[in-house]
């Protein structure tokens, strides 16, 4: 998995591609956890991540109560498979998702 990280004025947003699973949810935790701490608005952009296991859905759960008492968590570019795994957690009614 690679992660790129663009930032403007007080947002971040964060690019991980590829698969998000146990191998690899740390780093992009910890990616997470830093940018959260500098910004008060964060985009996750999904545009090229093919996959998502539960290791990935506990970073987003993590991504959304670090930004819910700022500007909040912007998830975007879903592919299906990926919302499909969100919508059947719950997930997709407690957060801010944009297809």
Known sequence: MGIDVLTEDNTCTIRPKGWIDSS???????????QASLFEKMVL???EVEYISSAGLRVI???HRAMEKKQG???KNMNSS????I????????????K
């Open 24 to 34: 690899n949810a740390a780093e992009l935790d910890g990616v997470v956890v830093k």
């Open 45 to 47: 952009d999904f545009a």
């Open 61 to 63: 759960v993590n991504a």
């Open 73 to 75: 968590l912007l998830i």
């Open 82 to 85: 990926v919302f499909d795994i």
């Open 87 to 98: 919508k059947l957690t719950g997930f997709d009614k407690k957060l801010n998702i944009e």
